[in-house]
């Protein structure tokens, strides 16, 4: 009952994802990407306030990046990302 409805839930990880290897390819594209304009500006104007469309804007895009990690290799570009956001937001 209980326990077999949780099981279902979890996110398969890894080779049992189904990720390709293109998948994962594109979606580090996707993260550096968003590193780039975080850290250079175009994602980053005005991310020093939590309270901004900027910070809102940037912080969406990683975790909507982050529902598609499935490695340890995409979650380590997830992490640096989150930390660039966090230490622009803490500038403030």
Do not use: C, H
């Amino acid at each position: 009952g209980d326990r077999r409805a949780k099981r279902s839930r979890r996110v398969k990880v890894m080779e049992q994802s189904g990720q390709t290897d293109a998948d994962r390819r594109e979606l580090r594209r996707r993260q550096r990407e968003l590193q780039r304009e975080i850290a250079l500006g175009s994602a980053g104007d005005g991310i020093e306030d939590p309270g901004s469309v900027a910070f809102t804007k940037a912080r969406d895009r990683n975790n909507e990046l982050w529902d598609k990690v499935r490695y340890t290799r995409e979650a380590v570009l997830d992490g640096d990302n989150l930390e660039l956001i966090t230490a622009r937001a803490a500038r403030q």
